[in-house]
């Protein structure tokens, strides 16, 4: 496997202050685990290369001498000691309560002694026996949302979110591409759309007839299993209930194979039938007329069989790309190297990591022009928000490194709280003195749609309202998207010329990519912002902009792909 990477030992970390925190443990040291693990997700470097360097990790925020020690075992090790002896004196999948919205660890705490509800379906018997009404605290409200909860819990359990897979995919990749015989391996299926989760992991080899590539498959580390051995088609499970799929073939059937696995099934019908129209026949071998072999090698062939243009994998859904591909009419999608800046960052003025100079110089080493500072405000009720009094402290460090920087801007903003009533939660004074505002729900996320609409709408009739940030509210696989009339939001966009954002965040992906659909079908900009609470943190734009190419977003269609002096000229004129 690869290096254990500075994600997964901060959930390690987190992991063991949810198990303690069921525990009803001492608060202190729950928080130290979960003080330690912010400081691994946002330190700059691997773990992994400061423990094989010799580096004293005692001396990073929070790490103190056991900490350090259980940094090194991880490193070392691939897992912890300390954590499977915890997870012994608990019930096997108590934790898997935690991914339920509404179920704090007290609350677990309280189901299991009360209950002695200690799994999901534990949790599921208990809902449709009524027994949670009779637990003091869960009124019907919590008790719908815990339900709803169950059910998108059973289809996210064995689905990996694309942060999660593709570092394997691509580890796996790496060593394949090196065996003797290999010619071209690539990633395959849903993982090479991009999709938000993936249910597996499929590659596809073009190798030479001796080729020692599937052996070094079935020979991986940290394999717990093999489901299936072959020649040509091999399935393994690793260690981290990932199922790998791999699928060999000779390079005259490669592109054709990898357009087969990579789907999407309705993308691939459609082209069937037309092919069944031309009297032609497409499968993962290749393509044919009659009896004859037209093509295969490259995935092109196929498309060059119909007069199209080729497809991009992260447009292959069947929503009307086809159609366009037949007209050479396909947008050109966005790419990494199009982004000029980031305009939502967090530092150490609120809950970042970093300072804002810290921030601006990697942000620099990226090859931006400008970032937006974008940090709380201490009405969010959020950790280490600020007061008007630090936020102008801000603004005068802003302006002073504006002055000394050269290649970049840092722009003044703020994530702006909106509050139950549709308001700005910060005072006019500040906001006149800002770029521009990110503004976001963090409250009162079980409001009708109705009410949550409007919150939105009136919200966004504020002449200093900029940006809707991760605009639903959901986080992948453990928070459902609030009730709201997207579409009514996209059209008050479209009217106040607000921007959307498209939060990078692999846990949120916010807007999906339906929504970005809608929202260039509609007119409305989007602004993919990465939401960077670290340094680190700013790499996660390519989550972003895979997403935003699901959505057929074009360069065009992004406010960040703005030259600075045409960002400032447009967020001058949203302001009304």
């Known amino acids: 496997m690869p290096k254990v990477t500075n994600r997964k030992i901060a959930e390690i970390f987190n992991e063991i202050a949810d198990l303690l925190d069921i525990d009803g443990e001492n608060p202190f040291r729950v928080r130290a685990y979960r003080n330690a693990a912010r400081t691994v997700l946002g330190y700059p470097r691997q773990m992994a290369d400061l423990v094989e360097e010799g580096f004293d990790l005692t001396t990073l925020r929070g790490i103190g001498k056991e900490l350090a020690k259980k940094i090194d075992e991880m490193v070392q090790t691939g897992r912890l000691a300390y954590l499977e002896t915890l997870k012994q004196t608990h019930p096997p999948q108590i934790e898997a309560l935690l991914k339920i919205p509404g179920l704090g660890p007290g609350r677990v705490r309280l189901l299991h002694e009360l209950l002695h509800i200690n799994s999901l379906d534990d949790l599921e018997k208990a809902l449709h026996e009524g027994k949670l009404e009779k637990v003091p605290g869960f009124g019907k409200k919590l008790i719908a949302k815990i339900e709803n909860g169950i059910q998108t819990r059973r289809y996210e359990a064995h689905r990996f979110k694309l942060s999660e897979a593709l570092p394997v995919a691509e580890w796996i990749v790496k060593i394949l591409k090196k065996t003797r015989g290999a ?294 696989g453990l928070r459902e998207p609030y009730a709201i009339d997207i579409e009514a939001v996209m059209q008050q966009a479209k009217a106040r010329g607000c921007i959307l954002e498209l939060n990078a965040q692999p846990d949120r992906l916010d807007l999906n990519d339906i929504h970005c659909k809608m929202a260039k079908e509609m007119g409305v900009r989007i602004a993919i912002s990465t939401d960077a609470h670290s340094l680190n943190d700013l790499d996660l734009m390519c989550y972003g902009i895979w997403q935003a190419r699901r959505g057929w977003l074009e360069k065009k269609d992004v406010l960040n792909t703005l030259s600075l002096s045409a960002l400032q000229k447009l967020l001058r004129s949203i302001k009304i």
């Open 183 to 476: 010619l071209h391996v690539e990633i395959a299926g849903s993982l090479r759309r991009r999709k938000e989760t993936v249910h597996d992991i499929d590659l596809v080899a073009a190798c030479e007839a001796q080729s020692d590539t599937m052996v070094y498959f079935l020979n991986l580390p940290k394999i717990q299993k093999i489901v299936m051995k072959g020649t040509t088609r091999s399935t393994i499970v690793l260690e981290n209930g990932m199922s790998v799929d791999l699928r060999v073939v000779p390079v005259e059937s490669f592109g054709a194979t990898l357009h087969h696995f990579t789907g999407s099934k309705a993308h691939n019908i459609t082209l069937r039938k037309m092919a069944v129209e031309k009297k032609m026949k497409i499968n993962e071998y290749g393509i044919w007329q009659g009896e004859k072999r037209i093509g295969g090698e490259k995935e092109q062939d196929i498309y060059n069989a119909f007069g199209m243009q080729y497809i991009e994998p992260e447009m292959r859904e069947n929503r009307g790309e086809i159609a366009l591909a037949q007209k050479h009419a396909l947008p050109k999608l966005i790419l990494q190297s199009d982004i000029k800046g980031d305009l939502h960052l967090h530092t150490t003025y609120s809950d970042g990591l970093a300072s804002i100079k810290e921030m601006v110089l990697q942000a620099k080493a990226l090859g931006y022009e400008y970032i937006a500072i974008t940090d709380h405000t201490e009405h969010l009720k959020v950790a280490h928000g600020m007061d008007e009094k630090r936020v102008r402290a801000q603004l005068e460090e802003i302006d002073a490194l504006n002055e000394r920087l050269e290649g970049i801007t840092i722009l003044k903003s703020a994530e702006v709280d909106i509050l139950e009533d549709g308001s700005l939660d910060m005072p006019r004074s500040v906001l006149e003195a800002l770029d521009l505002t990110v503004c976001s729900v963090h409250t009162k996320f079980n409001l009708s749609r109705q009410k949550q609409t409007q919150r939105i709408l009136k919200a966004m009739e504020d002449p200093y309202f900029t940006i809707l940030a991760h605009p639903t509210g959901r986080l992948i």
